[in-house]
């Protein structure tokens, strides 16, 4: 098994910058893609950035350009640089890892990023 646990998250004004953070533990030698979603209230989770075992990276429309997803795996971590925020990314954001052969999913608990206008 594997636990995420979120970090990062906080207010910021429009035009400002967070730098998420997910630290893994566990069965962590076996995760493959990791990623990073975010929820808004009323609205169903989105996928916001994704970062296969290689390091290759994919974003949705809404956050490319702004946003950086990386890994570290020498320390089990992942991050979300999250620049130029706008009110619309106020979310809560997870981190999501797939473990194994199977590809099962793991969730965080979330963090809440809001950004104020």
């Not at 989770?45 to 429309?61: F, P």
């Amino acid at each position: 098994q594997v636990q995420l646990v979120e970090s990062g998250g906080g207010l910021v004004q429009a035009g400002g910058s967070l730098r998420l953070s997910c630290a893994a533990s566990g069965s962590i030698f076996s995760i493959n893609a990791m990623a990073w979603y975010r929820q808004a209230p009323g609205k169903q989770r989105e996928l916001v950035a994704t970062i296969s075992r290689s390091g290759s990276t994919n974003y949705a429309d809404s956050v490319k350009g702004r946003f950086t997803i990386s890994r570290n795996d020498a320390d089990d971590t992942m991050f979300l640089q999250m620049n130029s925020l706008k009110p619309e990314d106020t979310a809560v954001y997870y981190c999501r890892a797939e473990h194994g052969v199977l590809n099962v999913g793991y969730w965080g608990q979330g963090t809440q990023v809001t950004v104020s206008s």
